[in-house]
């Protein structure tokens, strides 16, 4: 328990001190007397909307977005028992791709939510399938197999598009796949976080199934569980996340895949009431961090530079003193 | 024993998997309290899928089966008990379960108080005290937080047995638990089923392929056989020809 309560410490106290970071730290610094003057009581100085208009919806979109994807994944991979999975591996984030391909490149806008809106109805539209799938075949194998066919058909559609794309546009198109935390704004914050909450609601209902399904459905359905109905709704919590998150920040990616090892090497449980909000809390420092490299890199750049070596380093020190995947 | 002791009733019962034969014909069986019942046959005569039908977890192709006198059933039906109801009743153990490499003991065995657990699945203390007191008869206690892929056959059967005594079940089913434990640990496994169906009042019905445990250490002998169940009491099962499926007598 102590561990346990020293991790949660520590990784919350991270969160702080790296959502400070990018909200003083930028192309202008924003003196720590000021911060708390501006956040107590917001002015129309420069300072002030900075803070306001920019950084603030981008230590939100980090937060919220490293949140969403860390569960995302570590629930797919709880569902699918397999440590590969991630939120991109059910197609939601091509889903959300297509979306935003087809009001780029080929001009088809879906009423005037822009990129946004696009990614939205991508997401939700292969979230519906996803769900149609799941209430159909009752084997997570069959659902995870389908979930990557469709995955791979979306891109193909996606690569067309890209094909016959103009320049400008795709230009535009390949800027949104690099992610950033840097698009939400001010008024968007209610809506992700919004997003988030409906996403975490069926998920956290699905916690007895979530700390059994490891074992098998049969193993699970023996402990009185509705394996069927928690499925779905670990699914559609899941892909609600994940849609989210694409729709606000683009696809970022290895957030949801990674931070799910990274919290059980730190937490050394496999109960989702702890790995949970763990996942939850890894996810929104591993954004953070990312976050305050200069905007210019790509998001999804640094996540992965930076990221994948210090996480094959952390996973090969834990395989080696048994604590392997 | 009267019929207050029945833990498991069943009547006419065909059970099987949908869209294929049933694998005997219809019969009655009962199960009691304080009793261990060896179910036995050759791979493939359906006792694994007996096992399910009692469980709860295969709904029988007819008649019914009755858990401390209601109907249990994987199918849905207004009669039915709810499966949180069923999961405190009845667990079906089996040794073949493959828990994840990260899962310890202790998380393993806190499992048997899902069906207890609200929904956010915490633990009260009445439920850590089961867990505590499961471990402790089992003797998993002293590797509680070592991971369960680590421990040997003989560790990880007594865990397994750990989670349904966690469970506080009247009825427990297993399948073919010794199939990979040496003879001492079978013989240590077996004991243990006795000991829990006395001291707890559980009944047990075990499938086993060992005639001699299933002699040494059951009351009564169930055999599915050419697509009938024989039940005999253990001492005589041997005189009324319950073996002869075996091909040594």
Redesign the interface.
Known sequence: MKRIALCFGTLFLGVLFFSVWTLVSGPVDVPFSKLLDSLMSPDSSMVSRILWELRIPRVAAAVLAGMSLAVSGLCLQTVFRNPLCGPFVLGISSGASFGVALALLAGISIGHFGTLGAASVGALVVTLVIIAFASRFSQSSVLLVAGLLLGYFIDALVSLLIAGAEGESLQVYVAWGFGSFGRLTLDGIWVFALAVAVGLLPVVLSMRYLNSAHLGDEFVRGLGIQVGRSRLCVLVGSSILAGAATAFCGPVAFIGIAVPHLSYLMFRTTNHRVLLPGSALCGSLLALVAGVFPQWIPLNAVLSVVGVPVILYVLVRGARQGRSL | MNSADELLQVENLLFGYPGREPFTSAFDFELHGGEVVALMGENGCGKSTLL?TF?G?LSPRGGTVLLCGRTVSAARSADRM???????LV??V?MG????????VR?FVS?GR??Y?G????RSAEDEKCIFDAMDLLDVSRFADR?IA?LSDGERSRVFLAQAVAREVRVLLLDEPNAFLDIPRSHALFRTLRSLAHDRNMGIVVSTHSLEYAERYSDRIAVLDSGTIRVAPASNARAEGLFGWTGEF
Request: glycine share 4%.
């Open positions: 399910k469980a977890l709810s499966d949180r109801e069923r999961a405190r667990a079906l089996r379960v493959a828990p994840p490499a990260r899962m310890t998380e499992l899902t069906p657990s929904i956010l699945d915490g991971a680590e």
